[in-house]
């Protein structure tokens, strides 16, 4: 709609003459109300556009946020991954330390040392173990399991003499996971089919 100019003075000088009861006393400005109109139309479509732009800068805070809290679950969980490390590489010197003592605490050497320490050893070694297991850390046991490049690591082929190719035949350095996060591959021999 078109907006009329018009101000006050034109308005009088027409001799139109009203009482204070009558609406036309006061002046009207049509300018003013195109003007109004126009910028509550401008105000209204800037309105809507912070409303969109807060409702976006809402949502990527909140994603922020998740990611943020995710993050410390994550260091939570996994900070202690390359204490493990450590710590697994001695569990496997305690280990064939405990195998060795086993071998040489046979019954046919009267040695009640060695039979004591090999007690110890085997002592030690199962509370290594469940510490490991309270902080999440577990120990792989892939014999007889199919082959996955994310856990285990071939060092050798050996003939699939009665297992299925493909399936892990012997393990010869144990692979641990924490919180099911492989922190170190086990070295395992895959079975195949003999060449004849």
């Not at 204070?20 to 309105?47: F, G, N, T, W």
Request: net charge negative; hydrophobic share 30%.
């Amino acid at each position: 709609s078109p907006c009329v100019f018009s101000t006050a003075a034109q308005q009088r000088s027409t001799g139109d003459e009203c009482g204070p009861e009558d609406p036309r006393d006061e002046p009207k400005h049509p300018l003013s109300d195109c003007a109004l109109q126009h910028k509550a139309i401008k105000l209204e479509e800037q309105v809507r556009d912070l409303t969109e732009r807060y409702r976006k800068a809402l949502a990527d805070s909140e994603n922020v946020r998740r990611r943020t809290q995710k993050f410390v679950e994550d260091a939570k969980l996994f900070g202690i991954q390359s204490f493990c490390r450590d710590l697994v590489e001695v569990a496997d010197i305690l280990e064939k330390t405990a195998e060795s003592a086993a071998e040489e605490a046979e019954p046919s050497n009267p040695n009640p040392t060695l039979k004591k320490i090999y007690e110890g050893l085997s002592l030690i070694e199962a509370k290594l173990q469940s510490v490991f297991a309270k902080h999440g850390l577990q120990k792989m046991n892939p014999v007889g399991g199919k082959y996955d490049p994310y856990d285990h690591e071939i060092v050798c082929h050996v003939p699939a003499e009665g297992v299925q190719p493909g399936t892990i035949a012997l393990v010869t350095q144990d692979g641990y996971k924490l919180h099911g996060r492989t922190i170190r591959h086990a070295l395992v021999g895959v079975a195949v089919e003999s060449q004849e």
